[in-house]
């Protein structure tokens, strides 16, 4: 259970929209490797849209759920906390939440969207 001071601060946390807006993703999209990017002609299997993966981390941040909790409709779970641990390593995590929240989407901040959960990260 949440004792009432973690309450308050989770409160003050600017709700980014899920999943991202076009706006919102032209924003923070060049802090993704040109490696994460999808090639054409590779051989394997085709790579994730890394745009899903970061909505599927940015809703676990959102929500504070366990990894093991994410939707269905997101990425495989293995997927997306692999990248995860590798863009947290890297900052892109942390830099891509930073501005997302510093300048919240117009329709986050018009209020025209309700938040899917209010819970700090449990992203470890």
Same mark, same amino acid.
């Given at each position: 259970m949440l004792n009432e001071c973690?309450?308050?601060?989770?409160?003050?946390?600017?709700? !980014?929209?899920?999943?991202?807006?076009d706006a919102d993703w032209l924003r923070i999209k060049q802090l993704i490797p040109e490696s994460e990017k999808p090639a054409s002609g590779r051989p394997g299997r085709p790579r994730r849209n890394v745009r899903e993966i970061l909505d599927a981390?940015?809703?676990?941040?959102?929500?504070?759920?366990?990894?093991?909790?994410?939707?269905?409709?997101?990425?495989?779970?293995?997927?997306?906390?692999?990248?995860?641990?590798?863009?947290?390593?890297?900052? !892109?995590?942390?830099?891509?939440?930073?501005?997302?929240?510093?300048?919240?989407?117009?329709?986050?901040a018009h209020g025209s969207l309700t938040p899917r959960g209010s819970g700090r990260a449990a992203l470890e």
């Amino acid at each position: 259970m949440l004792n009432e001071c973690h309450r308050n601060l989770l409160a003050l946390k600017s709700v !980014i929209q899920i999943p991202l807006s076009d706006a919102d993703w032209l924003r923070i999209k060049q802090l993704i490797p040109e490696s994460e990017k999808p090639a054409s002609g590779r051989p394997g299997r085709p790579r994730r849209n890394v745009r899903e993966i970061l909505d599927a981390i940015l809703w676990i941040h959102q929500t504070g759920e366990k990894w093991h909790r994410l939707p269905s409709t997101f990425p495989p779970t293995q997927t997306c906390y692999v990248k995860y641990c590798a863009w947290r390593r890297e900052g !892109i995590v942390q830099l891509a939440i930073g501005i997302l929240e510093r300048t919240p989407s117009v329709a986050t901040a018009h209020g025209s969207l309700t938040p899917r959960g209010s819970g700090r990260a449990a992203l470890e």
